[in-house]
């Protein structure tokens, strides 16, 4: 069986890492022009190495996608002041990488993991949407997460107290905790976070600029499914979990750890729809 592998060539500092095709004839194959040379005065955080690129070539390029993954995963840092990309990339392996056939909006780029892990995992700094499987590989499109620029963000909070089989989050501004908020080798690409209703952090102020969150990963839910987690449901108890449904389903049926014995309301969701309403509770 035909595999691919992405390594680097024993990267020394300074050095320059040269990207091309890694067996030919293998499907997906990338060959771009250009090298990547590492850079100390990009400023990284976490421990990330720093490289400036020429051409249309990445650090983390790959060159073939099959059945296994080892690669940087790296996010951009604009144009330096020499006409080069500037990248900020992990110092070791992942098995995440950088794979250029995810067709991804204008600004994000697409990458390709094994198992459970996701790139925003491994780099804080990338923000990346729900996995998809493809191909036996989980396929996301992530992009740079300004987070120190004001945009919204997570993490995990062990202070909140939260029930067995949830973990507890603290969030800014409107932000909700997302499967690259939970870490390396605790992320579960398949299914998203589910969320009980927010709690304002008392760090936040009078302003509520903090909130905090119990979540966990559900099983998939069934095809056709209309419940979604809803932040806007009103006249729910703390440490409850909202859903907007536009169908017949409840979210009891969707989610089976879930309990809705409060009723239903009909109403609008936060997106803007008619839906009937529940507020539910997380059964052990």
Same mark, same amino acid.
């Given at each position: %069986?035909?595999?691919?592998?992405?390594?680097? %060539?024993?990267?020394?500092?300074?050095?320059?890492?040269?990207?091309?095709?890694?067996?030919?004839?293998?499907?997906?194959?990338?060959?771009?022009?250009?090298?990547?040379?590492?850079? =100390?005065?990009?400023?990284?955080?976490?421990?990330?190495? #720093?490289?400036?690129?020429?051409?249309?070539?990445?650090? &983390? /390029?790959?060159? =073939?996608?099959?059945?296994?993954?080892?690669?940087?995963?790296?996010?951009?840092?604009?144009?330096?002041?020499?006409?080069? /990309?500037? +990248?900020?990339?992990? $110092?070791? !392996?992942?098995?995440?990488?950088?794979?250029?056939?995810?067709?991804?909006?204008?600004?994000?780029?697409?990458?390709?993991? %094994?198992?459970?892990?996701?790139?925003?995992? +491994? &780099?804080?700094?990338?923000?990346?949407?729900? #996995?998809?499987?493809?191909? #036996?590989?989980?396929?996301?499109?992530?992009?740079?997460? +300004?987070?120190?620029?004001?945009?919204?963000?997570?993490?995990?909070?062990?202070?909140? $107290?939260?029930?067995?089989?949830?973990?507890?989050?603290?969030?800014?501004?409107?932000?909700?905790?997302? /499967?690259?908020?939970?870490?390396?080798?605790? =992320?579960?690409?398949?299914?998203?976070?589910?969320?009980? !209703?927010?709690?304002?952090?008392?760090?936040?102020?009078?302003?509520?600029?903090?909130?905090?969150?119990?979540?966990?990963?559900?099983?998939?839910?069934?095809?056709?499914?209309?419940?979604?987690?809803?932040?806007?449901?009103?006249?729910?108890?703390?440490?409850?979990?909202? +859903?907007?449904?536009?169908?017949?389903?409840?979210?009891?049926? &969707?989610?089976?750890? %879930?309990?809705?014995? /409060?009723? =239903?309301?009909?109403?609008?969701?936060?997106?803007?729809?008619?839906?009937?309403?529940?507020?539910?509770?997380?059964?052990?």
């Amino acid at each position: %069986m035909l595999a691919w592998v992405v390594r680097a %060539m024993r990267l020394s500092w300074p050095s320059i890492l040269a990207v091309a095709a890694i067996g030919a004839g293998c499907s997906g194959q990338v060959i771009s022009s250009g090298s990547c040379l590492t850079d =100390s005065s990009i400023a990284c955080q976490n421990g990330f190495v #720093g490289y400036s690129c020429t051409g249309a070539v990445r650090p &983390d /390029e790959i060159a =073939s996608v099959n059945h296994v993954v080892t690669g940087f995963v790296c996010d951009p840092q604009g144009t330096q002041a020499s006409g080069a /990309e500037g +990248f900020c990339c992990t $110092p070791s !392996l992942t098995d995440c990488a950088y794979d250029p056939r995810t067709v991804c909006p204008d600004g994000t780029f697409g990458y390709s993991c %094994m198992g459970t892990n996701r790139p925003d995992s +491994f &780099d804080p700094q990338l923000t990346c949407t729900q #996995g998809i499987k493809t191909g #036996g590989l989980i396929a996301f499109c992530c992009g740079p997460n +300004f987070g120190d620029a004001g945009v919204a963000s997570c993490a995990r909070n062990a202070n909140f $107290p939260c029930t067995t089989g949830t973990l507890g989050f603290r969030c800014t501004g409107s932000a909700l905790p997302t /499967e690259g908020d939970l870490g390396v080798d605790q =992320s579960r690409s398949e299914t998203p976070l589910l969320c009980s !209703l927010p709690t304002p952090d008392p760090l936040g102020g009078a302003a509520g600029a903090l909130n905090d969150y119990c979540c966990y990963a559900p099983t998939q839910a069934p095809i056709g499914y209309s419940c979604l987690q809803d932040q806007t449901v009103q006249g729910c108890r703390k440490g409850d979990f909202g +859903f907007a449904c536009k169908g017949t389903d409840t979210p009891d049926q &969707d989610y089976p750890r %879930m309990a809705c014995n /409060e009723g =239903s309301v009909p109403g609008t969701s936060s997106l803007g729809y008619a839906a009937t309403l529940y507020c539910c509770t997380l059964v052990q």
